[in-house]
């Protein structure tokens, strides 16, 4: 059973997930199921374009559905944190900002370092429920900062390739910002290199708005 992704019109060669047939009794929709699953491992890779399909993909890809279930249920509880790294002036040792770093208080694992979860989440698209609410997080932490009288520093929050291509994200953090009644000038917007390899127009569009802002 063969998978098939076409290249187009530069001249990409096409990406093939394959599957040995093992055995008559089994149904043509499994067969195929499988060389997709194989074909998932071409995406993205240049250099290798076929990829044979094993069992340790159907487990790969189990565990991928078990944690982004439970990270959906994860969101809706509050398990998601945010801890703050600071960033200092070395000469003054000065605090001069801050960068937002998310980690995940799992019930029964402990804290989850992101590594473990972050590229499934980005991989099917939740990555984005998780970045708004972090982004919300950060705003209210700075307006609760400032209600208690202490001067905040500029946080940076991420932005990946999935929050530009699924929202409009300049719209959203200017909704956050003007919720918690907060200067701009307390959020400092880091957007990912990947993003700007794949979709430099969609990128660019996001920078100017935001300047304009």
């Not at 070395?90 to 590229?119: C, D, T």
Request: hydrophobic share 40%.
């Amino acid at each position: 059973a063969i998978a098939l992704r076409l290249g187009n019109s530069l001249g990409f060669p096409p990406g093939l997930g394959v599957y040995y047939i093992d055995g008559k009794a089994q149904k043509t929709i499994e067969m195929y199921d499988y060389a997709v699953e194989a074909l998932a491992y071409v995406k993205g890779d240049f250099e290798k374009r076929t990829c044979f399909y094993n069992k340790n993909m159907t487990r790969k890809a189990e565990e991928e559905l078990r944690v982004l279930s439970e990270a959906r249920d994860a969101l809706k509880e509050g398990q998601f944190v945010i801890y703050f790294q600071p960033k200092c002036r070395i000469k003054s040792k000065k605090i001069i900002g801050a960068e937002a770093l998310i980690r995940w208080k799992h019930p029964e694992k402990g804290l989850v370092p992101p590594g473990l979860f972050i590229p499934i989440l980005e991989k099917n698209g939740f990555i984005s429920d998780v970045d708004r609410y972090v982004w919300e997080l950060v705003c209210k932490q700075i307006r609760e900062w400032i209600d208690a009288g202490i001067q905040p520093v500029p946080v940076s929050i991420n932005v990946s390739r999935v929050d530009i291509l699924s929202m409009d994200v300049v719209k959203t953090i200017n909704g956050l910002v003007e919720k918690y009644n907060i200067d701009k000038k307390y959020l400092k917007v880091e957007i990912t290199e990947s993003a700007y390899v794949e979709n430099s127009n969609r990128v660019v569009d996001a920078v100017q708005k935001m300047r304009k802002t």
